[in-house]
């Protein structure tokens, strides 16, 4: 697995003004209208930077990471070009999952607070609200629990707020289901670190029922936080089942996040039993 060090850590949106350069010279002969002027630049640029995210979002997907930080870097660079305010922050919560997934919740959450600031006047409900669940993760992972709550309480009431404005196509993956993902794992991770259990039976209600397999994984990940052991085995199983198929980064991740929250429990054989093959759907990169 990559690990970034320090060049990478300190300046996640950092790279030569050159190389800025020559990518939006790019965008702008390949994708832009040649009669239209600087709308047509800004279309090009906006187009590009959409395509780069693309390529960087599949990249970490695949755990490519040092593509994935690059190519979504230049998208936002492209986006923010364009003029696009709403897409730039899009793209910068897409690299702050990735510093995420890399242990670095302080930068992830740095580009959050870039992609609030930048839309506080122009954001979709939705795709703020998505922000606001970001800013919930993360502040729960550099411990402060209060920021956290008050990110998942901003996240549902923005979330529901009625607009006329269309739904940028970008965001669309952001629905009631996903929301209800992301801010139940939050919970749980507040419920383990503040040693709160509340908040994993809070947890529990975020589960939507059409995410069969998000349902499963949290399920057992909040069984096993209020110590009902024997239900995180039959659930933790259940995930197993449904996520085997999938070979993604972000499946890996969950199998990997359930075996370390079982791994207290070992002394117990089912737990065991689970941990053991949890650890064997893991695949080499």
């Known amino acids: ?48 930077g959409d395509l780069a995210g693309c390529v960087g979002w ?3 997907d695949t755990a490519h ?41 302080d930068t ?4 959050i607070a870039l992609a609030l600031y930048g839309t506080r006047n122009s954001a979709h409900p939705v795709l703020r ?17 209060p920021e ?22 970008y965001t669309t993956y952001l629905d009631q289901a996903e929301l209800s993902s992301t801010l139940g794992e939050v919970l749980l991770f507040l419920a383990r670190t503040s040693k709160q259990p ?5 947890a529990a209600d975020h589960r939507d029922p059409a995410r069969a397999r998000s349902r499963a994984f949290n399920a057992a990940r909040a069984l096993l936080v209020v110590g009902d052991l024997d239900g995180a085995v039959h659930i933790g199983h259940r995930a197993l089942d449904v996520g085997r198929a999938v070979d993604s980064a972000p499946v890996q991740r969950r199998f990997q996040d359930l075996a370390r929250e079982a791994e ?21 990169r």
Do not use: K
């Open 108 to 111: 992830a959450a740095d580009c």
């Open 198 to 202: 509340g908040h994993a039976h809070s």
């Open 1 to 48: 697995m990559f690990v970034p060090g320090p060049e990478f850590a300190l300046r996640p949106l950092a790279m030569p003004c050159g190389e800025q350069r020559g990518f939006v010279r790019v965008l702008v002969d390949e994708f832009g209208d040649p009669l239209g002027g600087a709308q047509g630049e800004r279309g090009a640029l906006a187009e590009g």
């Open 264 to 284: 207290p429990h070992t002394t117990e054989p089912a737990i065991r039993d689970l941990c053991d093959q949890l650890s064997s759907t893991r695949r080499p």
């Open 58 to 60: 599949m990249s970490q």
């Open 65 to 105: 990471w040092p593509a994935a930080i690059r190519y979504l870097t230049l998208a936002i660079h492209a986006a923010r070009e364009s003029g696009d305010r709403n897409l730039t922050a899009h793209l910068l919560q897409c690299l702050a999952r990735v510093w995420g997934y890399l242990s670095h919740p």
């Open 148 to 169: 956290a709550l008050r990110n998942i309480r901003d996240a549902q009431e923005i979330f529901h707020r009625s607009t006329t404005e269309p739904l940028p196509p």
């Open 129 to 145: 609200a998505g922000l606001h669940c970001l800013a919930a993760r993360f502040a729960a992972l550099q411990g402060d629990t």
